[in-house]
């Protein structure tokens, strides 16, 4: 059975940086193109960050600059450092493996940006 496992989360202050980590296991992580989503309370799911096979990134407007997305193949993990934290960044944060028709899903990590 596909595992995609979160870790990382938790509670910061304002300015404060996070590394997530969702280590993968059960797929051949290296052709997989993996993908950060968060889901604020309230709101949809929305796309963070995402890094394909290749090891090119793509972010979305309020992660560019700030977040950094990355994967370790030999450790079967992808990562997504966050610097400059602020409130609003606040969430559930998941992991996503998509390759061809599969396509798996994390349990997700909760992030909360407080004073």
């Known amino acids: 059975q596909v595992q995609l496992v979160e870790s990382g989360g938790g509670l910061v202050q304002p300015g404060g940086s996070l590394r997530l980590s969702c280590a993968a296991s059960?797929?051949?992580?290296?052709?997989?193109?993996m993908l950060w989503y968060r889901q604020a309370p309230g709101k949809q799911r929305e796309l963070v960050a995402s890094?394909?096979?290749?090891?090119?990134?793509y972010y979305v407007n309020f992660a560019k600059g700030r977040f950094t997305i990355s994967r370790d193949n030999a450790k079967n993990t992808v990562y997504l450092q966050m610097n400059s934290l602020k409130p609003e960044d606040t969430a559930v944060y998941f992991c996503?493996?998509?390759?061809?028709?599969?396509?798996?899903w994390g349990q997700g990590t909760q992030v909360t940006v407080s004073s």
């Open positions: 890094i394909p096979s290749d090891g090119s990134t």
């Open positions: 059960r797929i051949s992580f290296s052709i997989y193109h």
């Open positions: 996503n493996a998509r390759y061809s028709s599969h396509n798996y």
